[in-house]
């Protein structure tokens, strides 16, 4: 989903679960910042369940996800 609306090819996408999400960002800040949130990088196939489990914040009924493009030499990309 995110290739597609961001037109990164798939293999150039890495997903981020953020295991805890400052305040600012649940409700509605739409930067990461790596250095204060805690941020663990998914697996190609890990499944919504697995995230889940490993989520402190599930029982609050969301889950924070980040993305960026994949550093292609000395790229800089910052997460979204």
């Keep these: 989903h995110v290739a597609n609306e961001t037109a ?3 293999d ?3 997903l ?3 295991l805890k999400p400052q305040t600012s960002i649940v409700h509605g ?3 990461i910042d790596p250095d204060r949130d805690n941020l663990r990088v998914l697996g190609d196939q890990e499944t919504l ?10 029982n609050y009924g969301y889950l924070v996800m ?9 790229d800089t990309v910052g997460l979204s």
């Design 8 to 10: 990164l090819p798939v």
């Design 12 to 14: 150039e996408v890495e």
């Design 16 to 18: 981020w679960l953020v």
């Design 29 to 31: 800040e739409r930067t």
């Design 49 to 58: 369940a697995e995230l889940m489990g490993d989520y402190e914040n599930a």
């Design 66 to 74: 980040a993305y960026k493009r994949k550093l292609q030499n000395s």
